[in-house]
């Protein structure tokens, strides 16, 4: 009975470090990625960047005269 127990908290501890492991790949995937995405956008399309100012109430209000 006891080689069971320890089996069964093997199998929790060795499926516990395969989800940290699977978390922190996501994240790390997460954070670069948007790092990337980021960087790339202020090099190839910063007028996207200031896309909130054009769309906002004071980017379309015009000077009627």
């Known amino acids: 009975m006891d080689k069971l ?3 069964v908290f093997l199998l929790c501890g060795l499926g ?3 989800a940290a492991v699977a ?3 996501a994240w790390l995937g997460f ?3 948007t790092v990337i995405v980021g960087i790339g956008l202020l090099f190839f399309a ?3 960047l ?3 100012l054009a769309v906002s109430v ?3 209000i015009t000077d009627p005269k």
């Open 46 to 48: 910063p007028a996207l």
């Open 50 to 52: 200031l896309l909130p």
């Open 5 to 7: 127990v320890g089996l």
């Open 31 to 33: 954070f670069f990625g």
């Open 58 to 60: 004071e980017g379309t």
């Open 23 to 25: 978390a922190e790949i």
């Open 16 to 18: 516990l470090l395969c």
